[in-house]
């Protein structure tokens, strides 16, 4: 006979924690902790596999489940010396669905499930407190009514309302046990109303209404809508746990709470917690009266009185509930959250979970515990979500200042800074040049920006996702963004910005918090960053595990350093174009591309070479002997030009020609779609001369360096937008023609790689011709995810939400890798590469070089090194090594 | 002992015509010949093996190839009865090199070799023409200081001008034998300068310096280049042919001609050439004689004298000339294109080769073979070439019709037309209407322009390459275009045009040549096409061996008619918005893309509905039973929107908004590469009432239709740009709730498709899941190619050229399928959606899908149909039956 009910309590307990996927994550932890002797009102778990039957069956129960559920309900019985439907001693159960993990969505609960008009009558007895006793029937008619029978709330919280009326009080816990005695009557008739038939006087028929709505939710709209978005199978099913009533509201030496094994908030060894005297759970969270604290040490430290803590209060319950705390954290290994209550002296545990925490707070419960030895080193690596991590490394609003929100828009980039409004980049630059802090406003940035967006403090857009050009290059320069805030309506000719009803100018204070995406009013205090002993004892384990390299995408001797500090063990992709932006760079750039030919190019390039030289020196002094990765010039060229008339004149004045020669420039380099037009290494073949120049720079930085430093410089040259190796071969030979002439001319030797990008679908396929000519690929995963999804970073914002909701997109893949299909590309492009050259040094540039999952996969399919923004590097320490141990554990 | 050396002549052959790759074509053809037993000069060919030889061994020879040349050199003598050097009866040759394939920048000839200053009196004597023999020696001089000797051919010029000018005469010919006898002095003391050494007088030495300079050619830069441009793999090596000379220039009873064995032409089986009495073969060639026809046919044909012809004057010779041309004809199955001399009365032939032709002299030919048995249908199928048969579904300019070129574009769609210069859509529109004939000049077009490109008899762009929008537009709607016309410069202010030095002005007639590129002032006569019984005949024959249905992209009645006419068999691609473009709807499609939400939408689409429908029975009544398939709207809304100020003025009248709110909506919908934007089935995704009504527009149309006609109406409905299996399932799902809410409402059912294109690489990747939604593929190779080369069609104009160039684009991705990338997408999407799905239908409706190398792709994968633009049907159907005929040819 199958086994379709599982009962815990105190004799026996057929369930374990292990056993989730057939009792659910609540039945499966009830049943753990009976089986640990802790003490559980007893209780019992149907299944999933009914779940599963009652959809496969026509909505109806296998035969033997109702003698398994009266069997089960009779030991329950006799446990609590009880009886369901019992006028005298009546048994009262809870009803929750608890399915293999947490779903939103489905039934939750139903309380005071036994109650009828003769068994309240019976639980006013027992418990000598009428209004407890149709506070609780009330409650339950309520709740039955609405997630059973379907009868909308609402009509419920009309008649509350005119009971109250009526008895002319404020709150319901006013009202007397005469008063709730009405509002019963009066909700019996809305169900008579409504229905057409009385509420249900028999508990077996009220126990199986119940677990008949736990089923019938699995399949509700909202929950196969969540189930689709979250990738969860729905022949899973859910589990229904009915479990006896325990009331923490029968008087003062009852209680109810919740609690921590550890700070949630800092991750300090202190018990953690807030209860109620004389309460139901609902009420601790309701906030109709204030809980007081669990421990005197809680007290004291918010300046409470320690007498009203638990433990001074109901030493005994708390004495026993610091056991619990023990005996469930040895057992489970983690901090866990704890719901209890206390009935007249007695303890029970209702739910123990694995608690949320702080990223703080879990950095340092996992180094804890790994040092008491709870847990070993592997675990606690594990147990940090990496991106957590970044809200270490980046200041964060005082949690105590009060603060005015106006806005509210993408959290781009963490940290909360505060600084003066400005709205162009001259001007951010103006200022900060006099040491003022301003937060950079744009409707959106563009490349011309970046010169004040290194100047400002933080950076605020109205307009474009996450993956944005601020929001990149804010990223990429660790500096708090907040970026498409669609309320924020700015105007550049005002000077002013309106948000929120708030009519803001240039000049006024605003903070923004890049990891909430909130904009304020006025300057809110920040907290900096302490990157405490843990972060570095956690960040030591990482790096003794994971095989990936960390590298960096890095151009600014800033972003180096910073880079450095964070562990970085070189520079993946240093962007050459982003230095290219500078003011003095930008008018001989400007000049090159206006230039008639070639030698008028080499011209406005010579000008550019000692600069660019100057750039690499600076790096390579930085990161001494480790590898730097130099992608070669790779925007197309109108990204240089300006675009408003005064611009305009100001360029044709400086090249010398007239404002039209400028005009037709623009209008000749003008593209329908730029990002698949004249750029990568499309510009070395159209344009030698470039390339010619960048090699020379890098060639003559790194002798310079090596020759002062004695740090053996080896620079790797990277091609973008490589296609095919005949595009390679070409660009490479020049190449290192150049790099050939540069070492004859100084006589000296340094070593250096030629390798390439891979980010364009055919460069994948024809990635084992293309390894002849490349020491090197490196995954430029965002333009190869725009070209293999045909998506636009740039222009996806606008649905990607729909994309989202939709069930299309389960991650924005820009942020974390499309496997199935951009990772096919990358999986092949290894093999092939590596076939043609077994020592093909493997790396990816992308911003998924800083996601966890991504890295996972690079992780998986071999690669040497990831490359990622400076304050992701510690994030890509971390899941270099959880990648390690997870697929160690998946091969175990 | 190898055999480096091949004679021929009339006692021995040692080649055939097969053995191209060993005695290159000219070498190979010649032993045949002699084999034959044609009268072929005597001679030998060095193998392209001593070519090797002599670069594996620092340009020396093998030790045997002295004693082997001297032995077949020693045949000749005997043959010809004359010796090499002897000063009394001297044998003089010609050297040539000869390659397997044809290849230009190698040296050519060197003739009269053997000459010096003692044999040439010899000759004098012989030849009892001291003039002849002088005049051969100073050719022989000029010809080897030049590709022998590497003196500059100017300074020989320079010589012979000096002589003529020392004897007073103008033409070459009107030299006497004394002013020769100068001129030889003359060269020799010009090579004694130029050298330092005199001009060699050893024969043998000659020799050697001749064969060595034709090895030396194979390596010489501009082979070198050509063979990296056509793929020609280096160690293929040239072969050397030597052979006896032969004059045609001793007197009245020699001649030199050229011959074809059919009219090139026209086809027409009729011997047809020119030849001259008493000349060597570049007098016929260089213009200073006017030839005579071969024929009294000819003669009379042209009205010139039959008696010139050599049919009367050398009646003999002809009759054997006539024996050869048959002989040969019959030999090789071809129209051969002869070179011959008669010298003394003995005909002697030069060189024979398969003759060029004309597209429509190639058709009729290659029926009349197939038709005298001279070849089979198969081979017939095979002769022509798919690409030529566009010249003859165009009118072609007159040939005899003078003309005045003033500019050259890229010949984008082929057909000569002439018309009023317009430099609107509007203005074509509005002339059009009155009957007039225009021209379309416009820097460049876009889609706003659709209506004036359909008005407009040709459009000339100034901007753009051969896939440019105006070039892809023209030819999908079979109008003559010439695109990218660098040198036009277009003002529309000025409404005129420059180009050549000349002003035309809008009103002004000028005529363009699609075919060439070219545009002429005035009208220039034209000729209609004739669609012979010929074409037919070779239509059927192709419909009976392929394998490949033909269908077309079309959305117009027009085009839709035109290409059942060319014998499509369904529509592969309907393109529902260029629908959308004609005046009285893109009122409404405003309308609908200004609306504030989904209701707004709706209710402009309801407008949009009668006509979207209309638009649908019309094709489908055209195209009967046949296929037809629809793409739901694929491009971004902001397409259909104006950008003029003025326009923006009257949209925002006709939508009763202010002009600011139609500037903001551009502004929201404006995108940075819209080709990876909101477009496509994102647009079904965020809009789904779009595509709600276009399906409700097709099937209700089927349905009707069906009512009407009987005819078993099958559309196939397909949306673009899917990625993921998740999209076509969801629009999918929408699709049939609207075509089953219609059926449900008329009562009456149709059979439907819904499938997808794939175009983007993700797509192919994922196709395996993709197909469980799809009942058919499209493959979008336009889009794919763009997507997988990162690659923007309108865009990549600027650096083709420099990519073909560059030899890494062996032609433009556009127009023939890029097979290593793109075309390993197609094949693993083929193979990984038939896995899914057995039955799925398969074809391809990018513009590759008209051009026979991606049509023999298609074949191989095993597509069941290719859709092409209605001119290119006859060219895919013929393409097909070539694909299938070369795949059992390679089998076999």
Known sequence: MSKWVYSFGRNRSEGAAGMKALLGGKGANLAEMAALGLPVPPGFTITTEVCAFYYRHAKSYPPELRA????????????????????????????????????????????????????????????????FAFDSYRRFIQMYGDVVLGIDHYLFEQRLDEIKREHGVRFDNELGARALADLVASYKELVRRELGRDFPQDPEEQLWGAIGAVFGS?????????RKLHNIAADMGTAVTVQAMVFGNMGEDCATGVAFTRNPSTGERAYYGEYLVNAQGEDVVA??????????????ASGGDPEASMEARLPHSFAELVAVFDRLERHYRDMQDIEFTVQRGRLYVLQTRTGKRTAAAALKIAVDMAEEGLIDRDRALLRIDP???????????????????????????????SGKVVMSAEEAERLAGQGEAVVLVRIETSPDDIHGMHAARGILTSRGGMTSHAAVVARGMGKPCVCGAGDLLISYEEQAFTAGGVRVR?????????????????????????????FATLMGWADAVRRLKVRTNAETPLDARTAVRFGCEGIGLCRTEHMFFQEDRIVAMREMILAADADGRRKALAKILPMQRADFVALFEIMGARPVTIRLLDPPLHEFLPHSESEIGEVAAA????????????????????????????????????????????????LEVEARTGAAVVPEIMVPLVGSARELELVG??????????????GRRIDYLVGTMI??????????????HAAFFSFGTNDLTQMTLGLSRDDSGKFLDAYLEAGIFATDPFRSLDIDGVGELVRLACERGRDTRPDLKLGICGEHGGDPASIAFCEEVGLDYVSCSPYRVPIARLAAAQAVLRRRGARA
């Open 68 to 131: 398994q559920v009266a069997e089960a309900l009779r030991a329950v019985e006799a446990e609590v010396g009880a009886r369901f439907g019992d006028p005298a001693r009546p048994l009262l159960v809870s009803v929750r669905s608890g399915a293999p993990v947490s779903m939103p969505g489905m039934m939750d609960t139903v309380l005071n499930l036994g109650l009828n008009d003769r068994t309240v009558e019976g639980l006013a007895a027992a418990s000598d407190d009428r209004r």
């Open 387 to 417: 991106m957590a991590l970044d809200q270490l490394l980046h200041p964060t609003l005082d949690p105590k200042a009060e603060r005015r929100v106006i806005a509210k828009g993408l959290p781009a980039s963490p940290g909360a800074v």
């Open 218 to 226: 699995w399949m509700n709209q909202r929950a196969q809508t969540y």
């Open 655 to 702: 090249a010398g020609v007239e404002p039209r020669v400028v005009r037709r420039r623009l209008k000749e380099l003008e593209e329908a779609n730029p990002m698949l037009g004249l750029r990568g290494c499309r510009l070395g073949i159209v344009y030698p001369e470039i390339y010619e120049m960048q090699v020379q720079a890098i060639v003559e930085a790194a």
């Open 759 to 772: 980010e364009l679908p055919r460069a994948a396929l024809r990635a084992g011709e293309i390894a002849r």
């Open 506 to 534: 240039a000049g006024e204070v605003i903070t923004i918090d890049g990891s909430t995406g909130e904009v304020m009013l006025g300057a809110v205090k920040t907290v900096d960053p302490q990157l405490s002993g843990d």
């Open 733 to 746: 030979e020049r190449l290192r023609a150049v790099a050939e002439r540069v070492m004859a001319e100084r």
């Open 287 to 300: 906030g109709i009266r204030t809980p007081q604290p669990l421990t005197r040490a809680m007290a004291e």
